[in-house]
């Protein structure tokens, strides 16, 4: 009797093992597929652009899944979900600043500041300079900002921004207080959700 009972024994727990084990593969394959169709339709939100004078000012909300893919790779899909769970509450900004003629926004002519302040401004201070205000009108500061440096090879400034708090399904407004060409306040409204990796 204890034979047949160990036998009846192993082969439920090799059937539950085999169960789970598929249940893996097609979650793997099917955090694959999401992936790689967010992949191909694009990662980005409509950008958003607003031209004073002959500069552009161009938002683009990305979704917090590109950074964290780009950052740890697609060899595992379920620690970049896990990492994205983590951080849900954050919004990344790309914001790009170009010139009509594709000048350099980085001279003293357009900031009144010599080249090297106008960097420092650009890298630090400007973080200041952006706010956002979610659907349930919170006002949320800019967390941090990480300038691009293009040392004159592209013909735009690009920085990112990251604010913190933001629930995911909140709509937001970016609100940019622009202090280094002095060009005054300008809005830029996301109304459509951010794209997320369902993993």
């Known amino acids: 009797m204890r034979v047949i009972n160990s036998l009846i024994l192993s082969v439920v727990l090799i059937i539950f093992a085999s169960c789970k084990n598929k249940e893996v593969v097609e979650d793997d394959s099917a955090i694959r597929y999401r992936y790689f169709s967010l992949e191909k339709s694009g990662w980005k939100s ?19 899944s590109y950074y964290i893919l780009k950052s740890e790779g697609k060899e595992n899909l379920f620690k970049v979900d896990s990492i994205e769970k983590a951080n849900q509450s954050e919004r990344v900004i790309e914001f790009n600043f170009i ?92 109304q459509e959700k951010t794209t997320r990796i369902l993993l």
């Open 46 to 64: 409509r950008e958003h652009s607003q031209k004073i004078d002959d500069i552009n000012f161009t938002a683009t909300e990305v979704p917090i």
């Open 99 to 190: 010139q009509d003629d594709e000048k350099d926004l980085l001279e003293e002519n357009f900031t009144g500041l010599n080249y090297d302040e106008s960097v420092k401004y650009m890298s630090f201070g400007i973080t200041n300079d952006f706010f956002v205000v979610t659907s349930k009108k919170d006002t949320v500061r800019c967390s941090g900002v990480t300038m691009e440096r293009n040392f004159k090879i592209a013909p735009y400034q690009k920085v990112l921004l990251f604010f913190e708090g933001i629930k995911p399904q909140d709509e937001i407004q970016l609100v940019y207080n622009d202090h280094l060409f002095k060009k005054g306040i300008l809005k830029f409204k996301f």
